[in-house]
């Protein structure tokens, strides 16, 4: 608890570019939880470098997610929103919870494997223990939720096994944070292969919307999405292609899949992918328009980058100095 209220923890990565996944997935859901939360949201750059990155990239999508952040409605007056890299207490605490983590339970991480075998020529220590610094994310602000897709769902669970370990061997020390997971945007699909999801990384640009897609683009990329030839809209596992699009629909309009399929009910794919482009438009087109808006005044966003960095540092390093203290380090001499 903080301030009396239980705390939300999220972050999103700065490379590539966001997609409809990321913000139907995470993004929309922080802003919905985020009163009733005290939140934490970082730009996990310190993740970002498992991949090599151009640096000057970097720091330019860096700011860019911290934009969409406040664009996308969270007020970072109220809510904590920082650049991992300026809060050293990640890596500090990432260290200790390393040396309580087995090679073993990394091995098994999916996102691992997946991500090892796209960059084969870089398997870096980094992309092997990320799960151990998203872990340290979390646990440094003991988040008591943490909203995110379906794809994070195996860091969470090992983040939930580092935490009860290091109860088990030094008492209370961590909350045990719970994943918020929405029902109908959790796994966004890809337009062109509905069995994989959507992607920053996707090679085929027509497979994802990027939050940056104009109007036009968003229209053209769902007119091409893969459907199937059933020439039924139904909401079920059989039909991925339709399923994903009334899932993004659902999500964008706030409608269920009961009520999105009996609309639709009789109709043809053209109209769904037609309702399906105008609820992302309809969606993405404000959000731009306040990316821009931000864009232009450098100062505002630099002094929160200032404030909200020395908040979540207080927080974060309250709970590494117990963690320090527990595992035997020698106090500080003040
Ligand atoms: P990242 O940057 O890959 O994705 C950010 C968020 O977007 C969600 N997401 C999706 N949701 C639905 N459909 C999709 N196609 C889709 N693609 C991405 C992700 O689930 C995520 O919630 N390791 C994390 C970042 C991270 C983090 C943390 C998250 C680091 N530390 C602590 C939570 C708490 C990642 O790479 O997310």
Redesign the pocket.
């Known amino acids: 608890m903080i301030n009396g209220k239980k705390v939300l923890?999220?972050?999103?990565?700065a490379?590539g570019n966001l997609?409809?996944?990321?913000y139907?997935?995470?993004?929309k859901n922080w802003v919905a939880l985020s009163d009733e939360y005290e939140c934490y949201y970082?730009v996990?750059d310190m993740?970002s470098i498992t991949v090599r990155q151009d640096p000057a990239v970097l720091r330019k999508r860096a700011r860019a997610l911290m934009t969409i952040y406040i664009a996308a409605g969270l007020d970072p007056d109220k809510n904590c929103i920082y650049y991992?890299s300026h809060v050293s207490a990640h890596a500090e605490l990432a260290w200790i919870l390393n040396c309580y983590t087995y090679m073993g339970e990394m091995n098994r991480m999916t996102?691992f494997k997946d991500k090892a075998a796209k960059h084969a020529d870089n398997i870096n220590c980094g992309l092997f223990t990320?799960?151990v610094?998203?872990a340290a994310?979390?646990l440094l602000y003991q988040?008591d939720v943490?909203?995110?897709?379906?794809?994070?769902m195996q860091?969470?669970e090992i983040?939930r096994d580092i935490a009860q370990r290091f109860n088990g061997i030094y008492g209370e020390t961590f909350t045990i944070p719970q994943a918020y997971v929405g029902k109908t945007?959790?796994?966004?699909?890809s337009l062109q292969n509905p069995e994989k999801?959507?992607?920053?990384s996707d090679e085929n640009p027509n497979a994802s919307i990027y939050l940056t897609d104009d109007p036009d683009t968003i229209m053209r990329k769902c007119r091409r999405a893969v459907t199937d030839s059933e020439a039924q809209i139904l909401y079920r596992d059989e039909q991925p292609g339709v399923k994903n699009l009334l899932n993004i629909y659902c999500a964008c309009t706030g409608k269920t899949p009961e009520e999105a399929v009996k609309e639709f009910d009789g109709r043809g794919y053209g109209d769904l992918k037609l309702a399906v482009g105008e609820s992302v438009i309809a969606v993405l087109k404000p959000l731009q328009d306040r990316i821009a808006q931000i864009e232009k005044d450098k100062d505002y966003l630099d002094s929160h980058i200032k404030a909200n960095a020395e908040r979540a540092a207080y927080t974060a390093t309250k709970t590494l100095r117990k963690v320090q203290r527990k595992v035997g380090f020698p106090d500080r001499i003040r």
Do not use: E, W
């Open positions: 923890f999220s972050g999103m990565q490379t997609t409809l996944g990321n139907l997935g995470a993004l970082s996990v993740h991992q996102q990320y799960p610094l998203m994310d979390i988040a943490v909203p995110v897709g379906i794809d994070q860091h969470l983040t945007g959790a796994k966004i699909m999801k959507m992607s920053k």
